[in-house]
């Protein structure tokens, strides 16, 4: 692997090779590569103010890749640098990926101006949301200003993408009055935009379905909320509404404060990382037979688990890893 100092040159520069090794770097799980990233990732200039990262979701087969091919091809063509991501949880736990492993993107994969990078797998999700969020720094430093973040609409995988995003938008069905008992309403609560798609299908169900969307997103929304999430219709087959989608992601971005919206989300992935590491920190330091046996006595009622919690702290040496 090459060094941090290395690699920062041909990553500033837009060499692909090099972005695709310092991904490659952040991901891996050696903790040698992990201080290598990390200092790489010190050495980056500050996220250029001109980005925008965009997180989508939606349940497999409602179009996300056909979707972020047209999108991503619409802005590649006008001279933007597109990123896409992927977060797809199914990929760590199963070793088999929801997602597929087709090629899914062929037009914007072979594009001068998209760089594509497939599913991580392995890890647990907040790992692998952790490389997706390096990941997004690694390619705003090498020049791309559209990030997409691509997740499935299952899981807790969409908290994650929606905290590293700028804004994130929801991919629906024309027939969302069925779907809309589906979709869990916190999926809902996270949309800054929500997209019908498939609207070539039926046209008029894709606007009934809009407009069910809107009622739905204006009742979720409270009334003194900076940015009033909204419902479109589209096709990423004939590429209807995604010139509409691309204006109202801008109109977001102008109308909010980005840099402030990036720095409290770090600060909430610094409690994660936090929180992750203490509780790898108190299993490696706490003695597996005493847990036992302070879990019986909790379960026998001759403690409670308030007590059993804080002996356990007491005696738990929180070993540095
Ligand atoms: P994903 O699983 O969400 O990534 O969905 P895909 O992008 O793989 O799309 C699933 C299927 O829906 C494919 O056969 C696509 O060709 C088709 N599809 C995607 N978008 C549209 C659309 O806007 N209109 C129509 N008619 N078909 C679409």
Redesign the pocket.
């Known amino acids: 692997m090459p060094s941090a100092a290395d690699l920062v040159g041909p990553l500033l520069s837009g060499q692909r090779r090099a972005l695709a090794k310092a991904i490659t770097l952040t991901e891996s799980t050696r903790l040698a590569d992990e201080q290598r990233a990390q200092e790489l990732l010190l050495q980056l200039p500050a996220s250029p103010e001109g980005s925008v990262r965009i997180g989508l979701t ?10 972020i091919e047209a999108l991503g091809l619409y802005l590649a063509n006008q001279g933007h640098r597109v990123a896409v991501l992927a977060v797809d949880p199914s990929s760590a736990r199963t070793g088999g990926s929801i ?1 597929g492993d087709k090629t ?1 993107m062929p037009q914007l994969t072979v594009h001068p101006n998209a760089f594509i990078r497939p599913s991580p797998s392995g890890g647990t999700l907040g790992g692998v949301s952790r490389r997706t969020r390096e990941t997004i720094t690694l390619c705003e430093a090498a020049g791309y200003d559209v990030i997409l973040v691509e997740t499935v609409g299952v899981g807790q995988s969409e908290t994650h993408v929606a905290a590293m995003t700028d804004l994130f938008v929801l ?1 629906t069905l024309p027939n969302a009055g069925d779907e809309l008992q589906g979709i869990k309403r916190g999926i809902m609560e996270l949309a800054d935009l929500c997209v019908v ?5 039926d046209p008029r169900a894709a606007t009934r379905a809009q407009t069910e969307l809107r009622t739905a997103l204006t009742l979720l929304t409270p009334h003194d909320a900076p940015w009033r999430p909204q419902a479109l219709r ?5 590429g209807e509404g995604i010139a509409e989608l691309w204006a109202k992601v801008q109109e977001y971005a102008q109308s909010t404060d980005l840099t402030e919206k990036r720095r409290r989300q770090t600060a909430v992935w610094f409690d994660e990382l936090l929180r992750e590491a203490a509780w790898r920190a108190f299993q490696v330091g706490v003695n597996p037979s005493e847990l036992r046996r302070l879990r019986a006595e909790v379960q026998a009622g001759k403690i409670t688990a308030v007590q059993g919690v804080r002996a356990l702290l007491r005696e738990t040496a929180f070993a540095a890893e």
């Open positions: 939606g349940v497999p087969g409602v179009g996300k890749s056909t979707f997602m899914r991919l798609n498939k609207a070539d299908l589209a096709s990423a087959l004939t």
